[in-house]
């Protein structure tokens, strides 16, 4: 994925064609590239977020956390995947807080 100079084949007159998926911008990808790269690539897919976590402290300044799971890894240059974790600040309120020593 991306530019990769490296990532080249001798083509027709000598010249380099490339490999990497910005030659479909320059128009110098190698001969096979749309039909061995490209459609094969899988972006990555997730689920949807799980619920929040109760908050890590009872009294005062904690934190929440969810997550959610890759349901299709990426494969082939294919998106990678977003966040997988989320965290969020929270005040724990629990009934005993005021009445704490």
Excluded: E, F, I, M
């Excluded at 309120?93 to 704490?100: K, N, V």
């Amino acid at each position: 994925p991306g530019r990769n100079n490296a990532c080249w084949a001798p083509g027709a007159r000598r010249a380099r064609c490339y490999c990497d998926s910005y030659c479909q911008r320059t128009g110098d990808c190698c001969q096979d590239y749309l039909a061995t790269c490209r459609r094969a690539a899988v972006g990555c897919a997730v689920g949807p977020w799980g619920p929040w976590s109760g908050c890590s402290s009872p009294c005062g300044v904690g934190s929440r956390a969810r997550s959610r799971q890759v349901t299709v890894p990426p494969r082939h240059g294919g998106d990678p995947c977003p966040d997988l974790k989320q965290r969020r600040g929270c005040l724990g309120q629990h009934p005993t807080c005021g009445t704490a020593k």
